[in-house]
């Protein structure tokens, strides 16, 4: 049998999340190339049933460019007060489920909209599974004018940051990536690392850490809870 690749493992895990979307519910959608995977997989569902999600909560620009593309209702985060479940990828998550996100720079909007789920579905192939937090380069959004100070602060901690080139966010703001963390205490370490001024949000996820990853292995998908 010939191995899947990581975008099988992808699509895998997007197909699989549909089982944690309540029928006739809002969802709240995240961002990247798993998320794609998930969001065809909702155009399939809509087929079958076009009542399948009454409409959905979206972390991005380009995640609501193909969201709408299918029809889907996008709501404004503002205007909903709680969703059961926020899906969406990671680029590294622990055994804890904690995780670092913002590889497509939307971590913020992601922390948003994860904020206001009960349940954060992280969907993963096996490549996002670590033991320590810390191997993807960190991602930061940045006040601009702080960028040179926050990368200094994160040289206190032996971290090496660097704008992302060429990226604003959809915010307005800019990337930092830091190497060289090795994140052993997430959440005291968000907590910490989100009172710099100048940082609008750090890219782990302890806080609004996942629920549950679904994680597409050779084996099929495994369920982490
Ligand atoms: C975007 C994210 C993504 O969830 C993360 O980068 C994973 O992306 P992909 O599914 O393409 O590997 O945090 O800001």
Same mark, same amino acid.
């Given at each position: ?11 895998? +895990?997007?197909? $699989? ?22 969001? *065809? ?12 999600? @009454? ?16 029809? +889907? ?14 899906? *969406?990828? @990671? ?27 009960? %349940?954060? =579905? ?25 960028? $040179?100070?926050? #990368?200094?602060?994160? @040289? ?6 660097? =704008? ?6 959809? /915010?307005?703001? #800019?990337? +930092? ?5 090795? #994140? ?9 690392? /989100?009172?710099?001024?100048? +940082? ?6 302890? %806080? /609004?850490? $996942? ?6 292995? $050779? ?5 982490? /809870?």
């Amino acid at each position: 049998m010939t191995a899947l690749t990581q975008d099988q493992l992808k699509t895998l +895990v997007g197909q $699989a999340a549909l089982q944690y979307v309540t029928p006739g519910s809002i969802v709240g959608v995240g961002t990247g190339s798993t998320v794609d995977k998930f969001i *065809d997989a909702l155009g399939e569902a809509l087929k079958k049933d076009a009542g399948f999600v @009454a409409g959905a909560v979206s972390s991005s620009v380009r995640s609501t460019q193909r969201l709408q593309a299918l029809g +889907v209702k996008v709501l404004e985060a503002e205007t909903v007060t709680g969703l059961g479940v926020y899906i *969406d990828g @990671a680029d590294e998550i622990d055994h804890g489920g904690h995780m670092v996100k913002g590889g497509g720079a939307a971590l913020t909007r992601e922390k948003i909209v994860a904020e206001l789920a009960e %349940r954060f =579905v992280c969907i993963a192939d096996e490549s996002k599974l670590v033991g320590t937090l810390g191997k993807f380069p960190l991602p930061v959004e940045v006040i601009p004018m702080a960028a $040179a100070q926050v #990368i200094r602060a994160f @040289a206190q901690l032996g971290g090496t940051g660097k =704008v992302r080139e060429g990226v604003t966010t959809d /915010n307005g703001n #800019i990337i +930092v990536d830091v190497t060289g963390l090795q #994140i052993s205490q997430p959440a005291e370490f968000e907590r910490d690392v /989100n009172q710099w001024p100048g +940082v609008v949000t750090v890219g782990v996820f302890a %806080r /609004n850490k $996942a629920s549950v990853c679904l994680l597409g292995t $050779a084996e099929g998908v495994k369920t982490l /809870n």
